[in-house]
């Protein structure tokens, strides 16, 4: 009879030290990773370390960063009161920290390094890190490095062309990116239209000029090509009078106030037809426009 109790407080005991390690389990998985005790190891030093099963590791790697993510909705959005002069405020805490949005730039980092061919993990840090997490620029190494890798794929550089526009307000950058987006298979052609728009609208008259050269070159629609081409000439019509601003400046030490300067000093023998109609001028910061800009870039302000 001893021996039967001794048994049943055994199966007890086990039983609720099963319990208790599950429970422990759930609530470790609804508190913060704490910094430090996940490491990331670079992925140079993983590819020596799991040997041929890069692509496997690179998977683990991905599939630790899905599991974390996922744990993060189990979280509880902490509230706190904010003081401030007039009155007491309350105000949530991310419920991610900003060292665990580097360590998941990390994991992340580790797997398209392992296998930069991994579409997946790209997509992963483009939609988190940069709108959650703030880590912009981090976001653009990784999706620049995909772009590299993946030379078919348009998606990638046009990533980084909205982040580089919308997140970083570099126009230039955003329209490079989406320059080469249009040019890959799949792209859409109004990609190459919105990065000459782009580089216009940061005074980059010969970059424009550039990209839409290159757009006419690929653009089969020959509607299309007549609408490139007449914006192409009202271009290099801008960048002739902008050529002579910068000579009267280099020539008498300032700016022009108006376009018929030029001609009055004889810099500019005559001013080239606007071909969209419109009247060039320049505005009070010194640059060239044109009364007609809204058709020449359509959306421009």
Do not use: C
């Not at 609720?16 to 609804?30: D, I, M, S, Y």
């Not at 483009?126 to 990784?142: M, P, Q, V």
């Amino acid at each position: 009879m001893q021996r039967l109790s001794l048994i049943v407080l055994i199966l007890a005991l086990a039983s609720a030290q099963v319990f208790v390690l599950g429970r422990a389990t759930e609530e470790k998985n609804l508190l913060p990773l704490y910094q430090g005790d996940d490491a990331v190891m670079p992925s140079p030093v993983l590819k020596v370390a799991v040997f041929e099963f890069d692509g496997l590791a690179s998977d683990f790697m991905f599939l630790k960063a899905l599991v974390f993510m996922g744990s993060t909705l189990e979280r509880a959005d902490l509230p706190t009161l904010v003081r401030t002069p007039f009155k007491r405020e309350k105000k949530s805490i991310s419920i991610i920290e900003e060292w665990e949005w580097k360590w998941l730039y990390g994991i992340l980092d580790a797997s398209t390094g392992l296998d930069p061919y991994f579409l997946d993990p790209y997509y992963v840090a483009n939609a988190n890190l940069t709108w959650g997490g703030g880590l912009i620029r981090e976001t653009n190494l990784l999706l620049e490095k995909g772009s590299r890798y993946r030379n078919w794929d348009w998606q990638l550089p046009f990533y980084v062309g909205f982040n580089n526009f919308f997140f970083l307000h570099d126009n230039i950058k955003a329209s490079e990116y989406l320059m080469e987006a249009s040019r890959r298979p799949g792209g859409n052609p109004g990609f190459a239209s919105l990065a000459s728009k782009l580089a216009y609208e940061e005074h980059k008259t010969e970059i424009s000029i550039l990209l839409l050269e290159e757009i006419t070159k690929t653009t089969d629609d020959e509607a299309l090509k007549k609408m490139y081409l007449i914006r192409l000439g009202a271009l290099k019509s801008i960048l002739t009078v902008e050529k002579s601003v910068a000579a009267y400046k280099k020539r008498f030490g300032k700016t022009p106030r108006t376009v018929e300067e030029l001609l009055q000093r004889h810099v500019l023998k005559e001013l080239p037809i606007d071909p969209y109609g419109g009247k060039y001028y320049i505005d009070p910061q010194g640059t060239v426009r044109t009364t007609s800009e809204a058709r020449l870039m359509p959306g421009t302000h």
